[in-house]
């Protein structure tokens, strides 16, 4: 008799339960969607929070060493550089709840194309680099065939 008791009491007390949680937010999710990584396309890139969240109040914004950040109320600019981490993490914390975004640097990296050939009237460079278009070097004052990528 006391399991007949006991089933229905439980269920009873998970549903009071789930009716007070729900007054909100459930579990402190002020996501708006799923969270896509962050892929920075250069050594600065500007974030907006209303792409993450939806009706936010952000009391901090924070990040691994390595990523320098910026924000105010409406974005979130983030500054890398060579000795800045593969992968970050931006870190929000709305209503005492944090929520961690991965942030990965962009890796390219600029690289300057010499060629010296005093008989050579005009040069050019493809590759993947440059989606295989060819792309016309420069001859600076001593010279020197030059073109930065």
Known sequence: MGMKFIAPFFLLMLTCACFLLDNGPLNGNHLQGLASVIRMSDVQQEILHSDYFQDYKIDKITSVSGFNIDYDTLKVVVQTNDESPALGIISYQINGFNYD???????????????????????SIAGEMNNWSPQKLKKNKQGIWELSL
């Open 101 to 123: 975004i991965p942030v990965y640097r962009n890796q390219k990296k600029k690289l300057t194309f010499k060629y010296e050939d005093a008989k050579a009237k005009t040069v």
